[in-house]
């Protein structure tokens, strides 16, 4: 069992192109050593953006939170807003960004659990 606030976590993953990473249930075993699912708050800031890229083992949902995104999958643009959630299937090339005035802010879940060898990034 693990219980845990994104308050409690000091110091977040920070991708190069802004995004703010909050794993807070996940593999390794200081998260839960969860194998079926991790779970992640992700914030990404004003005219930032994550990493494009596809995953060859997990699938991803994202669940909009707050502000106003744009996720781009295979090269195709779809805008997500607040109580939207968007299937990310294996393989599919993806990128999110915030196209608001404010933080964007969603919840991930992958499936089986994400690990870091699980992200192939493209140009």
């Known amino acids: 069992?693990?219980?845990?606030?994104?308050?409690?976590?000091?110091?977040?993953?920070?991708s190069p192109?802004?995004?703010?990473?909050?794993?807070?249930?996940?593999?390794?075993?200081?998260?839960?050593?969860?194998?079926e699912h991790s779970f992640v708050h992700v914030v990404i800031p004003y005219g930032k953006s994550s990493m494009k890229h596809y995953h060859k083992v997990s699938e991803e949902t994202y669940y909009i939170l707050k502000g106003k995104g744009r996720v781009v999958i295979?090269?195709?643009?779809?805008?997500?807003?607040?109580?939207?959630a968007c299937l990310i299937d294996i393989?599919?090339?993806?990128?999110i960004f915030?196209?608001?005035?404010?933080?964007?802010?969603?919840?991930?879940?992958?499936?089986p659990a994400w690990t870091p060898d699980d992200s192939y990034y493209e140009k």
């Open 98 to 111: 915030n196209d608001g005035e404010e933080d964007l802010e969603f919840l991930s879940v992958s499936a």
């Open 17 to 35: 192109l802004g995004e703010l990473v909050y794993e807070m249930i996940g593999a390794p075993k200081e998260l839960g050593g969860t194998e």
């Open 1 to 14: 069992m693990r219980i845990i606030s994104k308050k409690e976590i000091k110091e977040p993953f920070r």
């Open 91 to 95: 393989g599919e090339v993806h990128q």
């Open 74 to 84: 295979n090269g195709k643009g779809y805008i997500l807003k607040p109580k939207d």
